[in-house]
């Protein structure tokens, strides 16, 4: 069992930063490919930018350029640094935990980023 707790969410100005971090618990976090989801207002959960166990990443195209994704395993957390951020980035958003080989696919609970003046 790997437990998710995400951080760093919070209100920023339409253009600001912020850094989500999230930890899990566990010592095998590196067998895991890491990802962030957001579920906006209304919207359906969407894939943001996933970092697979090899350290291969992919963005969805409306973050490319804007978001980081990076993860650390000694500190078994993974980060998404998110820059010149836009009202509608808007969402809460989730940390994913999924190993296909074993069949694991565990969430965190969700940090709220609000994007506005």
């Known amino acids: 069992q790997v437990q998710l707790v995400e951080s760093g969410g919070g209100l920023v100005q339409p253009g600001g930063s912020l850094r989500l971090s999230c930890a899990a618990s566990?010592?095998?976090?590196?067998?895991?490919?890491m990802a962030w989801y957001r579920q906006g207002p209304g919207k359906q959960r969407e894939l943001v930018a996933r970092?697979?166990?090899?350290?291969?990443?992919d963005y969805a195209d409306s973050v490319k350029g804007r978001f980081t994704i990076s993860r650390d395993n000694a500190k078994n957390t993974v980060y998404l640094q998110m820059n010149s951020l836009k009202p509608e980035d808007t969402a809460v958003y989730y940390c994913?935990?999924?190993?296909?080989?074993?069949?694991?696919?565990?969430w965190g609970q969700g940090t709220q980023v609000t994007v506005s003046s």
């Open positions: 994913n935990a999924r190993n296909s080989i074993l069949i694991h696919n565990y």
């Open positions: 566990g010592s095998r976090f590196s067998i895991y490919a």
């Open positions: 970092i697979t166990t090899g350290n291969m990443i």
